[in-house]
């Protein structure tokens, strides 16, 4: 059973950092991509970054370019989501997803929310001083 479980959200100041994880299991596809969402009170999910098995490519939104980077640790099953220089504008419910690259034009919509094979749960990050 494909499993995925975010944590690490938290409330933090303007300016400050998180780190979430998503720990994943029960993967039996050859390719993937790993996508974080994020879903702000009253609007739509969107996808944040997402990063590739097979060779480490990664995707960001701009909105976040340059302040949250993507990465991976295959040996313990998890991908992580380095958040710095944290907005107001980024609080919201973070999700992460996989989405089976078997079709390899999926990586190019890999941050779209329509594309995902299964979710995680979500981890709350709350931005306020």
């Known amino acids: 059973e494909v499993q995925l479980q975010a944590s690490g959200g938290g409330l933090v100041q303007p300016g400050g950092s998180l780190r979430l994880s998503c720990v994943t299991s029960?993967?039996?596809?050859?390719?993937?991509?790993i996508t974080w969402f994020r879903q702000a009170p009253g609007k739509g999910r969107e996808g944040v970054a997402a990063?590739?098995?097979?060779?480490?490519?990664?995707f960001i939104m701009p909105a976040v370019k340059g302040r949250f980077t993507i990465s991976k640790d295959n040996a313990k099953n998890t991908v992580y989501l380095q958040m710095n220089n944290l907005k107001p504008e980024d609080t919201a419910v973070y999700y992460c997803?996989?989405?089976?690259?078997?079709?390899?034009?999926?990586?190019?919509?890999?941050?779209?929310?329509?594309?995902?094979?299964?979710w995680g749960n979500g981890t709350l990050v709350t931005v306020s001083s």
């Open positions: 997803a996989v989405v089976d690259l078997k079709d390899d034009s999926k990586w190019y919509v890999a941050l779209s929310e329509y594309v995902p094979d299964s």
């Open positions: 990063i590739r098995q097979s060779d480490e490519n990664t």
């Open positions: 029960g993967f039996t596809f050859d390719d993937y991509a």
